[in-house]
């Protein structure tokens, strides 16, 4: 019986992996569930699968959450705050931690279980895009497991060879025979949209995406094609590989979730319903296969794939994004925060859809020179980036 922790378990891919572990309570069991401030979700999780601990980054969540469960005669003990999340991903019966907490958030917990070398499931792109070289430094020193859960990078890992699957991180993919990793996308809700109508785009329109249930933030980047771009530079870390070793292509079906391109002309991809359950169900029990509870594919009934170029003019985030992996950490530090501080006031109607990539390029191009290699380093220039973004949206843009 294998011991899961998952660090936010009230988000789309923390509820997803719960679905997947209740279809095989014989293997896995919950050790510890965690949320920012959804009380009431993470309480009916608690009672549901009945965790040995909780903890809530809110102190008042955690306090209610305590006395809820106490009341529902719930032994789970309730930890609180960024140190709570940080002990049980680190907890020594811990197994497999599950990192779901989107955004910066995400980061200290994540780097917890790595130091304690578990295995890590990694759903926090936010993780990489901040602190790559060190956080892949960080799993090689301290023997961590990393899987990657983003459909896009699972599908990239199964498509490896095994030899290279066991060594992602020391070994290029060159040496394997491969010449390019593509990324695919969606495209978002706005594919197809006038590029004039792009300044009346609201918030409800943003986050209906056509494919995939995800939280805010996450679908406003998928219309934006932020995603993309955050999931460009994971992809240099995760893979040990270069910015012109990736390209992003769009893919509006999300049948094929990603490919791996071989210098003799193969092309290896991996295909699947655009449900996260997938790649959790392949990363738990990797290098094994368990059921999910997803759909096979009936290629009888299957609709045709197209693939476009991303425009440049339709899809600026993207760039920008592929802009900072090349010019470094602190350039991504800086993009990844601009960009949280941006979908957050787009969200609250108090900047324009098209404005999100204007901010970001201001940031990028102030903080483009920094250098860091510490982790202090890393969430100083976090924090200064998003105090600089908050006052150009202040001045306004």
């Known amino acids: 019986m294998r011991q899961v922790v998952i660090l936010g378990s009230t988000g789309s891919i923390g509820i997803s992996t719960l ?6 309570p014989q293997q896995y069991q919950v050790l510890a569930l965690t949320a920012a401030t959804q009380t009431e979700k993470l309480l009916q999780q608690c009672l549901t699968v009945k965790p040995r601990f909780a903890a809530m980054l809110d102190a008042q969540a ?22 709570g999340l940080c002990q049980l991903a680190a907890h020594p019966d811990a197994d497999i931690v599950m990192a779901a907490i989107v955004g910066s958030a995400g980061l200290l917990p994540t780097l917890a279980a790595v130091e304690q070398g578990k295995t890590v499931l990694l759903a926090n792109k936010e993780a990489l895009v901040m602190s790559g070289e060190l956080f892949i430094s960080k799993v090689k020193q301290h023997g961590a497991t990393l899987l990657p859960i983003d459909s896009e990078h699972n599908a990239i890992f199964q498509c490896l060879p095994a030899a290279l699957q066991q060594h992602t ?16 996308g969606s495209g978002g809700p706005f594919l197809h949209t006038p590029l004039a109508e792009f300044d009346r785009i609201t918030p409800e329109q943003a986050v209906a995406h056509p494919n995939w249930s995800m939280g805010h933030k996450i679908s406003v980047d998928s219309a934006t094609m932020m995603n993309k771009g955050l ?32 210098s003799d002309g193969s092309v290896l991809a991996q295909l699947g319903q655009p449900d996260m359950r997938t790649p959790i169900a392949h990363a738990l029990a ?9 759909a096979p594919l009936n290629f009888k009934q299957m609709r045709d794939f197209t693939f476009t170029e991303p425009e440049p003019e339709r899809y600026p985030n993207l760039y920008l994004a592929i802009a900072a992996c090349a010019a470094g950490q602190g350039a991504t530090t800086a993009l990844n925060a601009a960009n949280e ?42 924090l200064q980036a998003r105090h600089y973004a908050q006052s150009l949206l202040r001045k306004g843009l």
């Not at 460009?232 to 049948?255: G, T, Y």
């Not at 979908?343 to 250098?371: E, P």
Request: charge should be negative; hydrophobic fraction near 50%; charged fraction near 15%.
């Open 19 to 24: 679905s997947v572990l209740a279809a095989h």
């Open 62 to 83: 955690a306090k209610t959450l305590a006395a809820a469960l106490k009341q529902a005669g719930s032994r789970t003990e309730v930890l609180t705050g960024i140190d």
């Open 169 to 184: 991180h020391d070994q290029s993919i060159n040496d394997f025979g491969i010449s390019k990793l593509l990324l695919t």
């Open 231 to 262: 999931e460009f530079i994971e992809a240099r870390w995760l893979f040990n590989c270069q910015a012109d070793d990736i390209d992003v292509v769009i893919h509006p079906q999300s049948i094929i979730h990603s490919m791996v391109q071989y």
């Open 286 to 294: 990797f290098p094994n296969r368990i059921a999910s509870p997803v």
């Open 341 to 382: 501080v941006a979908v957050q006031a787009f969200l609250a109607q108090q900047l324009r859809f098209t404005d999100i990539a204007r901010l970001n390029a201001q940031c990028l191009d102030h903080f483009s020179g920094f250098h860091v290699s510490t982790l202090d380093d890393i969430l100083a220039l976090d």
